[in-house]
Nanobody, 120 residues
Framework: QVQLVESGGGLVQAGGSLRLSCAASGNIFSIHAMGWYRQAPGKQRELVAVITSSGDTECADSVKGRFTISRDNAKNMVYLQMNSLKPEDTAVYYC??????????????WGQGTQVTVSS
C-alpha cells in the first residue's frame, strides 16, 4: 500500500501565500510524476501543476507566474508554493502520484486533500 499525506492548507487573505507539501510512503519502487489537483465546490477536479522525476513541469494557465511546483525525489515529496493567492484559488487541493510498485506495476494514488481558502 501507498499513502500520500498532504499538509500546509489553510485560510489566507487574497495576495497571501501558502506552501503545500505531500509525502508519499509505502510500497514504492519509483515515482514517475507527482502533481497537485484542486476541486472547488460544484466544479470538476482540475490539474494545477505536475512535475516528473526528471524535473519537467506543467501547470494550469490560471496559476502560471503565481504557483511553483517542486519535488524532492530522495524524500518522495512534492511541494506547491502558492503566491499572490486569489479567492478563485479556493478549493480542496489533492496530491497525486503516478508510481511503480516493486513488482513494476504502475499505479495512480491520491491524497486525502487539504483545504485552501482565500478570503477577499
Amino acid at each position: 500500500q501507498v499513502q500520500l499525506v498532504e499538509s500546509g492548507g489553510g485560510l489566507v487573505q487574497a495576495g497571501g501565500s501558502l506552501r503545500l507539501s505531500c509525502a508519499a510512503s509505502g510500497n514504492i519502487f519509483s515515482i514517475h510524476a507527482m502533481g497537485w489537483y484542486r476541486q472547488a465546490p460544484g466544479k470538476q477536479r482540475e490539474l494545477v501543476a505536475v512535475i516528473t522525476s526528471s524535473g519537467d513541469t506543467e501547470c494550469a494557465d490560471s496559476v502560471k507566474g503565481r504557483f511553483t511546483i517542486s519535488r524532492d525525489n530522495a524524500k518522495n515529496m512534492v511541494y506547491l508554493q502558492m503566491n499572490s493567492l486569489k479567492p478563485e484559488d479556493t478549493a480542496v487541493y489533492y496530491c497525486n502520484a503516478d508510481l511503480f510498485s516493486p513488482d513494476r506495476y504502475e499505479y495512480d494514488y491520491w491524497g486525502q486533500g487539504t483545504q485552501v481558502t482565500v478570503s477577499s
